[in-house]
Each structure stands twice: as C-alpha cells, then as structure tokens.
C-alpha cells in the first residue's frame, strides 16, 4: 500500500525527505567554452580535495584531450576501453573506471578517440543524454562525480550538462575573462529548454594575481555580474600548478602545501561540501 502525503506524520516525512536528499549523488560539471580557464585543473584538485575529505568521488573525463587522465597519472592510450566505448559502444562503465593513486578517488578515462563521438553520436536515440542513463548504473557507488567538459559546445558538453545538477564554470582573471561564460550559458539554456533539465550555476575565479589591477577588475566584473553565485574562494596564479600534471598528480598532492593547493582545499571545506555535500 503506497502512502499519501498527508496519511504519514509531518516528521517522520521531513525525515525521509531529507535522508533522499542527503543520499543523493552530486554530479558537478565544469565547463567553459574559452580555453586556459583551469577548467580541468580544478576538476582535478576539487576532485582530489572532495577524496581527501573522505568523499568516495568520480572524476569523468569528457573532453578528448584527455587531460584528466594525463592530470591524474593515467595513460589511457594503454587501457582496453576508455569513455569512447562507453559512450559508442555497449562497455559498461565499470568496466572503464580505473583507480587513481589517490584513496577514495576514481576515474573515467578519455583519450583522442572520443572525438569520434561527435559524429558516431548523431544518429542516436536520444543522443543528448547517453552519458547520463550510463552514469547512472554507477553514481550511487559515489559521494560525488566530477565531469570535466571539453572547451566546445557539441553532443560531448551537452551530455554532460544533462547529466548533472551542479555547473561550475571556472573563470580566468584575465582580459577576454567573459568571452566563454556567454556561450556557456546559452548552451546551458539549451538543455533546460529542450530537455528540460536545469542545472544550477557558480563560478569560480581562477589564476587570480593579487599584484595585478587587471585580476582585481576581472573579479569586480564577475561578481557584479553573477553576485552570489560567484564562490567568495578564489584560486591564485601558481607556478606548481602548471607543474603538476608533468607528476601525474594533483597540485594538492604534489605541491600540498602551495597557495593554490591551499585554495583549491578551502574551497571544498568552506564552500563546496556545505552548499552540494
């Protein structure tokens, strides 16, 4: 027998809402059409960071660059399937996922051959949300999955847009800082209107200078323009950053104790796991 709202007492119902809501799985995007933002640089140290606090978290890489799995120490050109076969072909993505060398923290691979997808994807049923109904035989595995998406606006962005419920788009504090937000935003639009699946918004400022006028006037703008979905935490410019992927590691494992790795760390404490953990 299937209980009616008002047949089940208002606590016990505010309970059972929220053990739903708090055992729901977190599927964070990033993504920004202009390149150099730290997109994937901060999918791989928030996904880094939401592991060292003990969250069981998944890093998806959707862009055929492949730059999560370099990022991580991961040479998908020598594994059998990657997200290619995942998304092209019937491969579960158990099947694909791989171990890191950080505790708690998993990854799905990519390499150049997903380009493919973009062509081999056209003709699929529904061919807008193949990541998702794949993604969801193993999100429950998870505290959190992490999606970096690539710097463009095909099938590949699209499916990870209707896949999630959180969209971070990291922001360079340079001059052409806005040129990418906009088609982000379209395209995000684009999938809440015709698949009708909203995803919520922030933004995060990256390669911030303090000794420069023109990263202070970045963040003036964006937070004038964005408010409070801009994160008050702002990752700075760092040389162990840029030297970290060269380590196959995170620059909060490689260089733990760095101003950017120190960031990248508040950011997910402060912020990240109080708003979506």
Do not use: W
């Not at 008050?232 to 840029?242: D, K, Q, S, Y």
């Amino acid at each position: 027998m299937t209980l009616a709202r008002h047949d089940i007492p208002y606590k016990i119902y505010v309970r059972h809402i929220y053990r739903i809501r708090s055992t729901m799985v977190s599927i964070i995007c990033f993504g920004n059409q202009k390149g150099g933002s730290a997109k994937t640089t901060s999918a791989i140290n928030i996904g880094a960071s939401l592991a060292a606090e003990g969250r069981k978290t998944l890093i998806c890489d959707l862009d055929p660059q492949g730059s999560c799995s370099l990022g991580l120490g991961v040479d998908s050109y020598q594994l059998p399937v990657t997200m290619y076969e995942v998304l092209c072909k019937d491969t579960r993505p158990d099947d694909a996922i791989v171990q890191t060398a950080i505790d708690n923290l998993a990854l799905l691979p990519s390499n150049i051959s997903l380009s493919a997808a973009e062509f081999e994807l056209i003709s699929a049923i529904r061919r807008e949300e193949i990541f998702k109904q794949k993604i969801t035989t193993v999100a429950s595995n998870y505290d959190f999955v992490v999606c970096d998406l690539p710097p463009s606006l095909g099938i590949l962005t699209i499916n990870g847009l209707a896949a999630s419920n959180q969209l971070i788009v990291p922001v360079e504090c340079e001059f052409y800082a806005m040129a990418g937000i906009k088609t982000m935003l379209q395209l995000r639009d684009l999938v809440t209107t015709r698949l009708g699946h909203s995803v919520e918004t922030r933004f995060l400022l990256t390669k911030y200078d303090s000794r420069t006028r023109l990263s202070a006037e970045v963040e003036d703008m964006v937070r004038k323009n964005f408010g409070d979905a801009v994160f008050t935490n702002l990752i700075p410019r760092a040389i162990r950053v840029a030297e970290a992927p060269s380590h196959g590691s995170p620059v909060t494992q490689y260089a733990p104790t760095s101003k950017a790795s120190i960031a990248y760390r508040k950011l997910v404490k402060e912020e990240i796991l109080r708003i979506v953990g």
